[in-house]
């Protein structure tokens, strides 16, 4: 069976039909082509797929399209302004907080989420944020490092 959606991806309407059964990371890339969203375990461990759904970081591969239904998805390319880098995007390159690059989209996800609802976290609540998110090779000191930074250079402190 098919439903028809509607939601808003990345500040824009999104009318679509969908299979009952496809989830919404398989929409976002396969549908709508936005490949910024890593398809990692499928089974909700690695977090590479995460997004925002209404605010609140999710992993897609667990959320079936159609209940997205009125609601707002961000995927990492959502949170580049103008054709430029967001600040946590541009200060994950700055501090070194990837290597081979493919968890990244799911912890700056989890890094925004975070830092929207607290500008100022510690070491503690960052980690705790991104602690749905694997990393398999860089560890995660440079990634909160990144985090902190951010929050630093939006002027919100960092304790």
Known sequence: MQHIINFTLNGEKVEALVKDNLTLLDFI???????????GCEEGECGACTVLLNGKPVNS???????????????????AQN???????RQFIDKWALQCGYCTPG???????????????????????????????TGYAKIVEAIQATAKEMDWGVK
């Open 29 to 39: 890339r396969g549908t709508i082509g936005l490949t910024g969203t890593k398809k």
């Open 61 to 79: 591969c667990l959320v079936i399209a159609r209940e997205v239904e009125g609601k707002d998805v961000i995927t990492v390319e959502g949170i």
């Open 83 to 89: 054709g430029q880098l967001s600040p946590l995007q």
């Open 107 to 137: 912890m700056i996800m989890s890094a925004k989420a975070l830092l929207d609802a607290n500008p100022n976290p510690t070491e503690d609540e960052i980690r705790d944020a991104i602690a749905g998110n694997l990393c398999r090779c």
